[in-house]
């Protein structure tokens, strides 16, 4: 078996991965042509990665023009460690208001716990501006290093 073989992720650690991190790094392109990268908060819904920003955010910008982007999500601090999942894929973006609400509301429950009537006020007012993006995935890479044993 290969060193790439010996290090992939399953479905499963991948999606238990996803739901233990906290940071999605996403990666769109820009009107010139270079990557524009930022890091953003996320939920898997139905097993999907799902993210929201401002309607009128680069990012969402970027993405009306190429929905093409991938998205990363990493750890580790020394070799024996390092961890993550890469997604190469498709953004479908919506902003129709309860799609966008929904979205919010678990985001923020990830992040924040259960949400109370003041935070769901707040999520309400934001959902107006934004859009929610569904990454629909082309190719995933995974690692995890620590399947090596420190055998490298």
């Known amino acids: ?18 739901e233990e991190q906290r940071t999605l790094q996403i990666a769109t392109i820009d009107h ?3 990557p524009h990268l930022v890091a953003m908060w996320y939920a898997l819904i139905e097993g999907e990665v799902v993210f929201w920003t401002y ?28 961890r ?7 953004a479908v973006m919506s902003d129709d208001r309860e799609t ?6 678990a985001i923020w429950e990830r992040y924040t716990g259960p949400l109370n009537e003041n935070t769901r006020q707040m999520v ?4 107006a501006k934004r859009v929610v993006i569904f990454v629909k995935p082309v190719e995933i890479v995974s690692w ?9």
Not at 124 to 127: I, K, L, N, P, R
């Open 100 to 105: 966008v609400q929904r979205a919010g509301e």
């Open 144 to 152: 995890d290093h620590r399947k090596l044993g420190r055998g490298y």
């Open 1 to 18: 078996m290969n060193r790439r073989d010996q290090i992939r992720m399953s479905d499963e650690e991948i999606r238990a991965f996803l």
């Open 32 to 34: 010139d042509g270079w």
């Open 55 to 82: 309607a009128k955010s680069q990012k969402a910008v970027n993405l009306r023009r190429d929905d093409r982007l991938t998205c990363l999500v990493e750890v580790g601090e020394r070799y024996d460690e390092l």
């Open 124 to 127: 309400v007012a934001q959902a």
């Open 84 to 90: 993550g999942v890469q997604i190469k894929g498709r």
